[in-house]
């Protein structure tokens, strides 16, 4: 006796592009079942047939799946609607396309026709785009007031994607086969895509001058002197680009050995901000080295009034240091 051809189930054909999925269809086999066999031969025998016909009787070993089968055809339907899914993502002037071709390869086809995305295969090509695209934490070039063009190193500013939940929500819409256009998950946005991110509306803080400036729109607004942190006790204020975390009038800023109301209170690291001192008399110069603040970027109280005026929660600060701009000479305020 030959050993037979074995019955082949019918299966899912590997993806292909334009065409998507489809069902191979299945092969019957010649291989006998050896318990609906014996059942045919007896009933043959107990109704004194002299032949059987074993295909008819359905003796032969059938394929587990038939293209028929509603597994099948339910797993095709979902594996088209996940590839059809056409999804853009936008980041300024690139445009990143996600659609089947990329999708097929993050889908497993379970042995039991049941089809599942895999979750990390999403999650890495989320993270690839965080990569790419986020600008939160880097260094940035800037080109100062001053002409000079400097590097701002950290800060907390920038586009700062929420990749986990974001790959969650990329993976529902694509079980959904919902196209479109997508905005990613973010914890936080900043002005715009590619550089320089903070936009052109912006605090910039010299903290080598001790002088700030107020751009909106690319246009000088407003400048100042200041006193920030003091450094010979080891209270500098940090460089880096932030953002405002809020403003907030007539507040009270709480320290270890200090309480201080004030009436502008614009913070963006932390507990760091800027806001009006009227304890002092003057301002610029190198009053910081010895007598500066716990960290604050100190301003005239008519200065921080007016700056208060322009900024809004989100507006980027960028703070530097720029050799050879420090001034020995510090502005009086009119009596």
């Not at 032949?51 to 394929?63: C, G, H, I, T, W």
């Not at 800060?155 to 939940?165: A, E, I, L, S, V």
């Amino acid at each position: 006796a030959t050993d037979g051809t074995e019955a082949v189930s019918a299966s899912i054909a590997e993806y292909t592009e334009g065409k998507g999925y489809e069902i191979v269809s299945e092969q019957q086999g010649d291989i006998l079942d050896e318990q609906a066999t014996c059942e045919a031969i007896e009933k043959a025998v107990a109704s004194l047939k002299e032949s059987v016909d074993l295909s008819k009787e359905k003796a032969y070993k059938k394929p587990e799946f038939t293209s028929e089968s509603d597994v099948l055809k339910d797993a095709v339907e979902t594996l088209n609607r996940y590839v059809g899914t056409k999804i853009t993502y936008r980041f300024g002037d690139d445009t990143v396309v996600l659609d089947g071709t990329r999708i097929n390869k993050w889908i497993k086809i379970k042995k039991d026709n049941t089809v599942k995305i895999r979750r990390n295969k999403v999650e890495k090509f989320v993270q690839e785009l965080h990569r790419k695209y986020d600008t939160v934490f880097t260094n940035r070039k800037f080109k100062t007031a001053y002409g000079d063009t400097v590097t701002v190193y950290g800060g907390d500013y920038g586009w700062w994607m929420n990749y986990q939940q974001e790959a969650k929500e990329l993976a529902a819409q694509i079980e959904t086969g919902e196209s479109g256009e997508r905005t990613p998950v973010y914890y936080q946005t900043a002005a715009s895509y590619g550089a320089p991110d903070y936009g052109d509306t912006y605090v910039e803080i010299n903290l080598t001058a001790q002088h700030l400036f107020f751009y909106k729109d690319g246009q000088l607004v407003m400048e100042s002197d200041f006193v920030s942190g003091n450094s010979a006790r080891g209270y500098d204020t940090p460089e880096g680009t932030y953002s405002i975390t809020y403003k907030q009038r007539n507040a009270t800023l709480v320290g270890e050995n200090y309480e201080t109301p004030v009436s502008y209170w614009m913070p963006f690291n932390k507990n760091i901000g800027m806001h009006d001192a009227t304890w002092r008399s003057s301002f610029g110069g190198t009053i910081y080295k010895t007598k500066g603040s716990h960290g604050c970027i100190n301003m005239p109280y008519e200065k921080a009034q007016e700056l208060y005026g322009y900024i809004e929660k989100g507006t980027p600060v960028i703070c530097y240091h720029l050799a050879g701009t420090e001034r020995s000479t510090e502005s009086e305020l009119e009596k």
